[in-house]
């Protein structure tokens, strides 16, 4: 099983705060980081930008750049070619590795520690010992499903105050996302998928069983739409509930049934004012389905994947702005590096999961800093980059929007920043898609953001 292990060794996906506010600090205004409110908007940015409209990467480059991550990224899994049997001593490993118990103090959301018979709970919930060679079996994500580090829904925190960060939220899958499905939990209501990205667990109910080919193939269909907004619903109906009002998140691909006949209802609708997809769905005996689907036509979607330019990269960026912060895409939306993956999902380029992956790929134009490496020569670096690249600290990523006065501009989704006013540090909490300046920017012990800078990534 190619590269299905070297992921789990991350532990709980997501990004780390930039810093946290202590207990009844008073709210700050942020105007020493980010003072003009025309900073807020993509249009202001692309006015700034040097031939934004050039291409970046052609669909011809973006293919051969997935293709080489495909090929020699460690964390990505080659899912579509796996043998036929599935290896239980390795998969045995894989569920151990990130199903670990923990070894810290944990609290639930009322604020009560998660006890001994709880953690053995969890532990005997992942039926380990009914791991065995079994045939390799696939599936297509039906709705938005959350990827967890055990099988339960049980939300934990590492302290009981803060219900923010449920330690035990992994990452999330989108509908139409096909996976593995390499186990079972004890009570059989969750699934241990691997998907291209990630492995996890994810509620059983989410994903529909299917052959290998109708799988695979269901993202290949053409013709297709993609999702460009931050997020879509398709259009309301009782007659096929699984695909009434089911939200689709920017990047995701859907089949497109431009040939349907106009005088056909959809699920009740005539479809004249609307754009008919292909969605799956899950029968009631667990196996997949697919139906039609409406999207309303002002929906925000495109019959490809967007040109790759730095006009469309920062009006991408900019639809999720004011978003809540979501670590490991709690709260229904992303963290840091969900956010960077899902703006450049929509014009077909793939990243690595997690941000610590995104910054060591070695299928991007990658720019590395040691500790070395002075304050002045990163800002020389920083002045040079463009719009649409990625900068990394540890457990954090931020993409480029510009310069104002030669201070480098940012977009990321971040639980807060740190900046000095005079002889004060002011900590700011944001848990949103915010817009900050970097150069002022403090870590939470008050060193320069900038000398924590360890990776760069850009598309060339």
């Known amino acids: 099983m190619r590269n299905l292990v070297a992921i789990l060794g991350l532990g709980v996906a997501g990004c780390s705060a930039l810093s946290t506010p202590p207990s009844g600090e008073p709210d700050f205004t942020i105007d020493a980081v980010h003072s003009d409110a025309a900073h807020m908007n993509a249009d202001y940015w692309i006015r700034k930008s040097k031939r934004p409209d050039r291409i ?62 709880t953690l053995d709970a969890l532990e005997s919930a992942l039926n380990l010992d009914a791991i065995k060679t079994q045939p390799t079996r696939y599936g297509l994500v039906v709705q938005r499903a959350d990827m967890r580090t055990f099988p339960t829904t049980l939300r934990v925190f590492t302290t009981n105050t803060d219900i923010d960060i449920d330690r035990f939220q992994e990452s999330a899958l989108f509908p139409g996302t096909p996976v593995v499905i390499a186990h079972e939990s004890r009570d059989r209501r969750w699934y241990f998928v691997v998907s291209a990205l990630y492995a996890a667990w994810v509620q059983k109910e989410r994903i529909a069983v299917g052959t290998a080919q109708d799988v695979l193939d269901y993202a290949r269909k053409t013709p297709y739409l993609v999702i460009t907004g931050s997020a879509v619903r398709t259009v ?31 699920n009740g609708q005539h479809p004249r004012t609307a754009q008919v997809i292909e969605l799956p769905i ?67 380029v793939t990243l690595p999961r997690n941000t610590g992956d995104q910054a060591l790929s070695p299928a991007f134009d990658r ?65 949103a898609v915010s817009v900050t300046a970097l150069s002022p920017t403090l870590l939470s012990d008050d060193a320069p953001l900038i000398d924590r800078i360890y990776s760069i990534q850009r598309m060339r």
């Open 236 to 266: 309301f109906t009782r007659e096929q509930p699984q695909v009434s009002e089911l939200q689709l998140e920017m990047g995701v691909r859907v089949p497109s049934l431009a040939a349907w006949p106009t005088d056909q209802l959809v």
């Open 367 to 431: 720019i590395a800093f040691s500790a070395s490496d002075s304050h002045a020569a990163r800002l020389a670096t920083l002045r040079d980059l463009q719009a649409g690249d990625l900068i990394f600290i540890p457990g954090h990523v931020m993409m480029v929007i510009g310069h104002e006065h030669g201070m480098p501009y940012v977009i990321h989704d971040a639980q807060g920043i740190s900046y000095r006013d005079g002889d004060r540090i002011v900590r700011v909490p944001l848990n």
């Open 56 to 117: 970046v990467l052609d669909r011809a480059a973006i293919e051969a750049q997935n293709a080489r991550l495909q090929r020699i990224d460690p964390s990505i899994h080659d899912i579509e070619n796996l043998p036929a049997t599935l290896d239980p001593m390795r998969l045995r490993t894989m569920i151990v590795k990130l199903s670990q118990r923990p070894d810290r103090a944990l609290f639930d959301e009322r604020g009560t520690a998660v006890g001994t018979a």
């Open 282 to 348: 899950r029968a009631a005996d667990g196996t997949l389905l697919f139906t039609p689907a409406l999207l309303p036509t002002t929906a925000d979607s495109a019959s490809a994947y967007l040109p790759l330019n730095r006009s469309n990269l920062l009006r991408q960026s900019f639809k999720f702005l004011g978003e809540r912060y979501g670590w490991g895409h709690s709260n229904n939306a992303r963290d840091c590096s969900g956010f960077v993956s899902e703006v450049y999902r929509s014009f077909g």
